[in-house]
């Protein structure tokens, strides 16, 4: 048996009509419009995330010119630590110094014995026990030009005594701990570490000139 809308009374037929209409409408919007209209919808989420990463994208370039210049003041900064704190340390560069700034001070250098290191964070304490004979005058004079070198030199435990046999450039003999500082490249949890052997050799125990 077939069935045929043209068998079917007038409002029948239309009634079919109007349920296959709207099933075609519901089957077109299912399949077709709201893959589509979803498709879009992330589109358009995608597209504000790209224009929103350009937007930072172009805030960053204009600050591009600020950022270089702090890299330039960092730089130079950091040349200046180094040479306040230098990267490395070295025994017989300042025990020459030493040398230098004593004979300058009409003061002589008897002892000079570097200790272990102490490593601080971001730097290391580089004790020095000194021995030195002098007068009281010329042994400030010598502190004096010590606190004037461009490396940071600390004095400290000073203990002056006088000496038993005298003359008049020679009354005292002085032991303190002279402390500079060495910048580590990589940053440490602290705590005390073993000096490598020191590359200096003891002074004379002459006066210098």
């Known amino acids: 048996m077939q069935l045929t809308l043209t068998k079917l009374p007038w409002y029948a037929q239309l009634g079919a009509f109007v349920v296959l209409a709207i099933a075609g409408c519901g089957t077109f919007y299912y399949y077709y419009e709201m893959p589509t209209h979803a498709d879009m919808q992330a589109r358009e989420l995608q597209l ?25 003041d960092l730089e130079a900064r950091l040349v ?7 990267e490395e340390k070295d025994a017989a560069d300042l025990l020459n110094r030493m040398q230098a700034v004593a004979a300058q ?5 008897k002892g000079f014995k570097p200790s272990p290191t102490v490593t601080k964070q971001l730097h290391a304490e580089w004790p020095i026990a000194l021995e030195l004979e002098g007068t009281y005058h010329n042994l400030a004079t010598f502190f004096d030009r010590v606190g004037r070198f461009t490396r940071i030199v600390n004095i400290s435990g000073l203990d ?3 000496r038993d046999r005298t003359d ?10 002279a402390t500079t500082f060495v910048l580590l490249d ?9 000096a ?12 210098g000139a």
Request: aromatic content about 2%; some cysteine; charged content about 20%.
């Open 80 to 86: 200046n630590l180094k040479a306040v704190l230098p």
């Open 186 to 194: 990589k940053p440490s949890a602290g705590g005390r570490g073993a």
């Open 105 to 109: 001070s009409n003061m002589t250098i």
């Open 160 to 162: 002056v005594k006088g």
């Open 196 to 207: 490598p052997p020191a590359r200096g050799t003891p002074p004379p125990s002459g006066r």
């Open 48 to 72: 504000t995330s790209l224009r929103n990463d350009i937007k930072k994208g172009l805030d960053t370039a204009k600050k591009l010119p600020e950022f270089r210049s702090q890299v330039t």
């Open 168 to 177: 008049a450039n020679n009354t005292i003999s002085a032991t303190c701990v």
